[in-house]
Structures are given as C-alpha cells and as structure tokens.
Antibody, heavy 120, light 107 residues
Framework: QVRLVESGGGVVQPGRSLRLSCAAS????????MHWVRQAPGKGLEWVAM????????YYADSVKGRFTTSRDNSKNTLYLQMNSLRPEDTAVYYC?????????????WGQGILVTVSS | EIVLTQSPATLSLSPGERATLSCRAS??????LAWYQQKPGQAPRLLIY???NRATGIPVRFSGSGSGTDFTLSISSLEPEDFAVYYC?????????FGGGTKVEIK
C-alpha cells in the first residue's frame, strides 16, 4: 500500500532554514507528481508547492515563492522541501501528498504530517 | 487566485440525517474540484475528485455534484465516523486552493 513518511521538522528560529523529506513507498514514485500542503495550528489547509513526476515542473504558493524549493530524487523515492528565511507564519504541520494520477492535482495519499515551529 | 467559499461553516446534524455541504468558486473551474475529509490529528482523506468521482474505498453514501462555480458534497445518511471537517480544493488554476472548511458536528 502507499506510504508517505515525512521527516525533518522541529523548532527553528525566524530567518533560519530547514529541510523536510518525504519517503515514499508502495507505488511507482517516479510516475507521480508530488505536493506539499500545510496546516497552521487550528486552521485550514494551504497548498504550498508541487513538483512534477520528473522534476521538470515546479509551482509554488505566493506565500513561499522565493523562499521554499521543492525537489525530488526518484532513485531514492524521496521528496524534499527546502525552507529558507523561515517566518513565524510558516509554523504548521506540513504534509506531502501524491496525485491521483498524471497531472490530476488532486491528492489521494497523504503522509502523517510533520510539525514545523518557527519561533525565537 | 481562485477563492473557494464553503458553507455553512458548521453543520449540526444527527446520525442518519442527510448532510449537504456547499463550495462556491470565485470563477469557473469546470469540474476540477475535490472534496476531503479530515478528523482531528489525522491527515486529510480524499473523498471525491473532479466533482463527482468517488475515490477508492469511499462509501456510496458520499456523492459530489456541480460544475462551473457551484459544487455540493452530499452524505446521504450520516454515520458516527462521518463527523469531521470537510474541505474542497480546486485544480483549475495555479495556485491550487482549498476552501475554509465545513465542520459537521453531532447535534
């Protein structure tokens, strides 16, 4: 079965960097676009970033553009989110999510989520 | 950016009742809308994609309808496990966006 496991979260000071990873298994990782979605404490869902199946296309929410970079290593079945210049408003649970099928941009599998807290 | 407005914010119903949730888009999104269910402390779960397609393993009591700017998620007869928060999400335009959510609570 599909499994997505995020790691790399924690507490970080404003202005610092953090890299999240998402280890995938149970499906052909290299065939699916992958996304990051976040949820601030007690709030709704916010889409963050997307990388296509081969890494050639990437899209970002305006709130993170220029600060966050997503990438993937298909040889390791792993998705990444490099987060730079972190702000308190980036505090959230970050989920990685798999597309239903090619360029579907709906998400049929999600990780358990990882908490990122930006605080001094 | 396409704004999705969900209503009502909270729906208070009893088990066995029918639930009707609404999602309205700020511009047409044809049928590129999904619905997710989220319970406390859990990741969201895909229920419906492309307006009316049930995801794998989703019970038939969940159904989606609509096109253009107005969409509906219906739960024909609420089961105890259906009390949760529901989100809609559009994939018509970048950036992808979610609605603010509807909480279905036990009356």
């Amino acid at each position: 079965q599909v499994r997505l496991v995020e790691s790399g979260g924690g507490v970080v000071q404003p202005g610092r960097s953090l890299r999240l990873s998402c280890a995938a298994s149970g499906f052909t990782f290299s065939s699916y676009g992958m996304h990051w979605v976040r949820q601030a404490p007690g709030k709704g869902l916010e889409w963050v970033a997307m990388v296509s199946y081969d890494g050639s296309e990437k899209y970002y929410a305006d709130s993170v553009k220029g600060r966050f970079t997503t990438s993937r290593d298909n040889s390791k079945n792993t998705l990444y989110l490099q987060m730079n210049s972190l702000r308190p408003e980036d505090t959230a649970v970050y989920y990685c999510a798999k597309e239903v099928n090619w360029k579907s941009y709906h998400f049929d599998s999600w990780g358990q989520g990882i908490l990122v807290t930006v605080s001094s | 950016e396409i704004v999705l407005t969900q209503s009502p914010a909270t729906l208070s119903l009893s088990p066995g009742e029918r639930a009707t949730l609404s999602c309205r888009a700020s511009q047409t999104i044809t049928r590129y809308l999904a619905w997710y269910q989220q319970k406390p402390g859990q990741a969201p779960r895909l229920l419906i994609y492309d307006a009316s397609n049930r995801a794998t393993g989703i019970p038939v009591r969940f159904s989606g309808s609509g096109s253009g700017t107005d969409f509906t998620l219906s739960i024909s007869s609420l089961e105890p496990e259906d009390f949760a928060v529901y989100y809609c999400q559009q994939r018509s335009n970048w950036p992808l966006t979610f609605g603010g959510g509807t909480k279905v609570e036990i009356k």
